[in-house]
């Protein structure tokens, strides 16, 4: 253990996903050695990334105002929805340039080890969403891994009596890996093969 | 296909070795502890992505250093060179390069070298618990089909997750546990699909052993008695792991999976009060078995050491033959076996090695070793593994290899 404020940092650094108690320690004595400046530009950043982005009240994408840029912009087609886990699968998806309806960020997939259930997920909000919006299809884009297929599944079973056409990425995507990790042809692809869940 | 330059750096006792390797044998000769075995497991660990003396890799990492390289030039059956490297961290994951580029899964390594090792601990198949045969089965199928490997680890993740959410549906009441309860079944679902995939596969893989482990004891054994192999699976016996010519249409077909699914599914409804009380998943792949038998009984618990013996050296000369079926012949890693067999059981294992491309053993005493050919002698100083070649009055200084890092 150390003085106070170094190990409320170490501790905080801890706390961050993919940081371990070592990697904490090696972070906050870098950090201590760093400029003044180096330091309150970090600060900063995260500062203002709290204060000023926060998550889009309709698809809990990314976003600076209200709702993001895609629900923002009229002439995406809102009759389809792509369900994803993260912000950063609407990323990986725009690149592809093949999709042109709006999308529901989830905010995770299923996966008990990490403590999440179907409750942690922005799945009431993606119900309700299908009420109030007129959405035709929706387009689910889980990782293709275990977690992602299981959070697809509870999906499609949540979904089925509501009478929505539920289609699924078509495979091809490497197995157990990440959609981000997909190149934009190979996502590409997927996005057009897509099939319709029974 | 053949191993013809081992490199290590900084893997378990060795500091730097290179290694040229020939054409059929080469006896690795010296006194235990000496880092003979060591040699076979960085090949081992190299060929299908685990050791097996140890789970992890970070202990294949020589003691005091942090990272350790096994580098390994093999030529294919059609003469094609490859190239496989891994380097090994303690504390972070292995890289693997395949023919100089890097490999983002162990699955895209899997094929590049293949190994069939026959070591002391194997009679552990025969004799030892179920878990012992299931690494056996999926070691064959894991080489035989790449594929295989990707779907053991799906299989792996989705049953970890299944198990921590019966755990923590246990510790919980009322309405959070109805809430847990309701994903329990995707779940469930992830488990069947990835489980009726390896279920198949496994047994596939006893048909196709099935006949030439029956050949081989027989070559064997003093006593020539047929052996029987079956899977034992968790979801009922209806699954059928028998090698009966009327339900497999005589051959060694992969059997249709919707079945197997079938009766997974049943089971998991009939037995979900009993996994929800011991927080634990009860049907799957990791819970089956491969039953052997020699004649009527049981090899687990009846077989002689003579048999047992037999019957472990029988299926791996099997899984050379299924293996070299489909692909590459493997290479044969002998680890101090011969000294454990009599002298009958040792002239017919050494017959055998005639018809393989390449065997490396390891042996305390060369005259255990009925066989021709390359030796080298493996001994330890100043705590470092050194590797003497011993023929033709080469310079005993092939130990000095270049390993850049
Ligand atoms: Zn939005």
Known sequence: MYEGAVQDLIDELGRLPGVGPKSAQRIAFHLLQTENTDAQRLADAITTVKATIRFCTRCWNIAEAEECRICRDTRRDGSVLCVVEEPRDVVAIERTREFQGRYHVLGGAISPIDGIGPDDLHLKELVARLDAEPVDELILAMNPNVEGEATASYLSRLLAPLGVRVTRLASGLPVGGDLDYADEVTLGRAFSGRRDIP | ?405
């Open chain 2, 1 to 405: 296909m053949r191993l013809r330059r081992l490199e290590l750096a900084d893997i378990r006792s060795y500091d730097r070795v290179a290694v040229d390797l020939g054409p059929g044998v080469t006896i690795l000769v010296g006194q235990n502890a000496q880092g003979k075995t060591n040699l076979l497991e960085a090949v081992q660990r190299a060929a299908t992505g685990s050791s097996h003396r140890v789970a992890g890799d970070g202990p294949l990492v020589r003691f005091g250093t942090e990272i350790g390289i096994i580098r390994c030039e093999v030529v294919t059956d059609e003469g094609r060179r490859r190239t496989l490297d891994l380097e090994i961290g303690t504390g972070r994951r292995t890289r693997t390069r395949v023919d100089g580029q890097d490999v983002q899964r162990a699955a895209q390594a899997a094929g590049v070298l293949r190994v069939v090792l026959f070591a002391p601990e194997d009679v552990a198949i025969v004799r030892g618990d179920p878990s012992e045969r299931r690494r056996f089965l999926d070691d064959v199928l894991a080489q035989r089909r790449p594929a295989f490997a990707a779907a053991r680890s799906e299989h792996d993740r989705a049953l970890r997750q299944r198990n921590q959410l019966l755990k923590q549906i246990r510790g919980l009441t009322g309405s959070s546990r109805d809430a847990a309860m309701s994903s329990l079944d995707v779940w469930t679902e992830q488990l069947i699909t990835h489980g009726t995939q390896i279920i198949a596969a496994r047994i596939a893989a006893i048909r196709t052993l099935a006949g030439p482990v029956d050949r081989f004891y027989r070559d064997l054994a003093d006593r020539p008695e047929p052996i029987g192999l079956t899977y034992r699976c968790s979801a009922g016996d209806d699954v059928d792991g028998r090698l009966d010519p009327a339900s497999s249409g005589g051959s060694t077909m992969v059997p249709e999976t919707a079945p197997i699914a079938q009766a997974m599914r049943r089971t998991f409804a009939a037995r979900q009060r009993e996994e929800t009380a011991r927080g634990l998943t009860l049907v799957g792949p990791h819970r089956d078995d491969l039953d052997l038998t020699i004649g009527e009984l049981p090899a687990r618990g009846y077989s002689s050491h003579g048999e047992a013996w037999s019957l472990a050296l029988a299926l791996k000369l099997a899984t050379y033959e299924v293996l070299a079926e489909v692909g590459d012949r493997p290479i044969v890693l002998l680890d101090d076996v011969f000294a454990e067999l009599d002298t009958t059981r040792r002239q017919r294992l050494a017959a055998a090695c005639a018809g393989f491309d390449q065997v490396l053993v390891t042996a305390a005493v060369e005259a255990d070793v009925p066989l021709e050919g390359a030796k080298i002698d493996v001994e330890l100083l100043d705590g470092r593994t050194r590797l003497r070649p011993r023929d033709l009055g080469a310079p005993p200084a092939a130990t000095d290899g270049s390993v850049a890092s």
